[in-house]
T-cell receptor, first 115, second 113 residues
């Protein structure tokens, strides 16, 4: 099976702009989670989508949003970009939404630079 | 209480040696503890994971030891190889929040030939 794919891999944006990142989960996986990775804060959970519904949310401002489509593909959007939003954004997919399965598989990430 | 504390921050081990990374937590609602390995420019890759009802789990050269009463768990890499040089993250998943992983701060492992 193909792994988790994320597009684009690299992105440069200007402060104040908005950005949309895309994630295609492993075939058959219905849960998609997003994480932000920075040198200062490490890996932080943004949100999780399952069956097109946001199931869990981390402690990020409302400028960070996401959605999931019927084919399980997911997008996340960051509006009014700030310099501190520069990070590696990682998407992870999971085989099932049932509590018995916790394995998450990460994509390569999208490196966002805000100037 | 949601934190997972990881140590050491960095570790240098000789080839063939044992690498040991430790993590501690406070939240007793955590019920799943995975370890991830990350190489530069790549996303984290799941190495091995454990549940609180098991004290040890071994997969190849990787072993998780879990001490529920002390709320601590550790990763042991036996016969460490230069190819194991990477950043390792412990994580925990909260019961009822299936895929919401709380990560430790990471350990940069360097295995010297």
């Amino acid at each position: 099976k193909a792994g988790v794919t994320q597009t684009p891999r690299y992105l440069i944006k200007t402060r104040g702009q908005q950005v949309t990142l895309s994630c295609s989960p492993i075939s058959g996986h219905r849960s998609v989670s997003w994480y932000q990775q920075t040198p200062g804060q490490g890996l932080q959970f943004l949100f999780e989508y399952f069956s097109e519904t946001q199931r869990n949310k981390g402690n990020f401002p409302g400028r960070f949003s996401g959605r999931q489509f019927s084919n399980s593909r997911s997008e996340m959007n960051v509006s009014t970009l700030e310099l501190g939003d520069s990070a590696l954004y990682l998407c992870a997919s999971s085989p099932t939404g049932q509590t018995s399965s916790y394995e998450q598989y990460f994509g390569p990430g999208t490196r966002l630079t805000v100037t | 209480q949601q934190q997972v504390k990881q140590s050491p921050q960095s570790l240098i081990v000789q080839k063939g040696g044992i690498s040991i990374i430790n993590c501690a937590y406070e939240n007793t609602a955590f019920d799943y503890f995975p370890w991830y390995q990350q190489f530069p420019g790549k996303g984290p890759a799941l190495l091995i994971a454990i549940r609180p009802d098991v004290s040890e789990k071994k997969e190849g050269r990787f072993t998780i030891s879990f001490n529920k009463s002390a709320k601590q768990f550790s990763l042991h890499i036996m016969d460490s190889q230069p190819g194991d040089s990477a950043t390792y993250f412990c994580a925990a998943s909260v019961r009822g929040a299936t895929n919401k992983l709380i990560f430790g701060t990471g350990t940069l492992l360097a295995v010297q030939p």
